[in-house]
């Protein structure tokens, strides 16, 4: 007689094989394995990631709920929350560049493909947080998402390990000051969303800047905001018009697709507000489907006294 398996599959077994018989599992409190979960924290430099992660981890810890910062960028310096799990413990950004003669671009894409070459060490690492919760703080270069598999070579690595993933992008406020800048960054979150095909949200970060006497929205009112959190395509007339017709259309055709697919919305985060982290985790933990998975009583031994016969 083969063993049982110690890891039961996500989804509750109806029928087990053991030997020629067949058993149900009537007596059986239903077998689900409690699966991890990832989030993959991404956008460009200086949008919050970091802030982001810590904040949603202090949060969480205030409902009794553990979540492990990964962090994922050779390059990082500092956090507010040291890591649990780093990639600088593998390879760190400096070191390539020093041994390697490697600018930081290059360095970079050479510690993500030296980390693909390693994956034990990441599974290794991974073992160490059964049924946990983890924010993976990702390195600000959209060319990771965009230009490279590396990425979606560790969500699928992930996933092999039953990992459920699911996807943040963060744009910061500031860009809503220029037409031209926000809407590449819209450009940019889409990208990322198609090209890591997981599970998706986008965030507009630092929305504790936006004020009445504020640079960023230079007198906007807050409720012309909503315009920005969905973009409309009508911003894109905002544009510089001496801007090349042909570009025009272009740029308008672009922004008119994302907006006529409803493709991106933006979930606004001000972390002094304690209502906007709780309306965001709510929205990461729905897209990740946290808490879906019941956490097993897995008998400490079966036998055939567990099981009725049914032939």
């Known amino acids: 007689r083969q063993p049982l398996c110690s890891r039961l599959p996500s989804t ?15 007596r059986l409190k239903c077998l689900w394995v409690e699966g991890k979960y990832a989030l993959l924290v991404s956008g460009p430099a200086g949008a919050g990631k970091s802030t982001l992660c810590s904040t949603l981890i202090q949060h969480a810890s205030a409902k009794n709920r553990n979540i492990h910062l990964f962090n994922l960028d050779p390059a990082a310096e500092n956090f507010d929350i040291e890591p649990e799990i780093d990639v600088r413990d593998l390879i760190s950004l400096e070191d390539v560049m020093d041994e390697l003669n490697l600018g930081p671009n290059g360095g970079l894409i050479y510690c993500f493909e030296y980390l693909m070459n390693n994956l034990d060490w990441l599974e290794e690492q991974l073992g160490e947080y059964e049924d946990d919760y983890l924010i993976i703080d ?9 230009h490279f598999p590396l990425m979606q070579i560790l969500i699928e690595n992930l996933t092999k390990l039953n990992i459920k993933v699911a996807a943040a992008y963060l744009l910061e406020s500031q860009f809503m000051d220029d037409i031209s800048k926000y809407f590449a960054g819209v ?59 042909k570009f025009h259309r272009l740029n308008k ?24 982290v709780e309306n965001l985790l709510s929205h990461i933990d729905n897209s990740i489907q946290y808490g879906e998975d019941e956490e097993p009583n897995e008998p400490a031994d079966l036998d055939d006294g567990d099981f009725d016969e049914e032939f």
């Open 138 to 146: 990702c390195p600000g270069q959209i060319e990771l998402y965009t």
């Open 253 to 276: 055709s672009i922004v008119d697709l994302i907006a006529d697919h409803n493709l991106i919305q933006f979930i606004p985060l001000d972390i002094t507000n304690e209502d906007t």
């Open 12 to 26: 509750p077994i109806a029928v087990l094989y053991l030997d020629d018989r067949v058993f149900t599992n009537r």
């Open 187 to 245: 450009l940019s979150a889409t990208s990322a969303m198609i090209n890591l095909e997981v599970p998706h949200i986008n965030v507009m970060t630092k929305m504790d800047l936006i004020g009445d006497d504020n640079v960023v929205t230079r007198g906007r009112k807050k409720k012309d905001l909503e315009r920005f959190l969905e973009p409309d395509p009508d911003l894109i007339d905002q544009i510089n018009t001496t801007t090349n017709e």
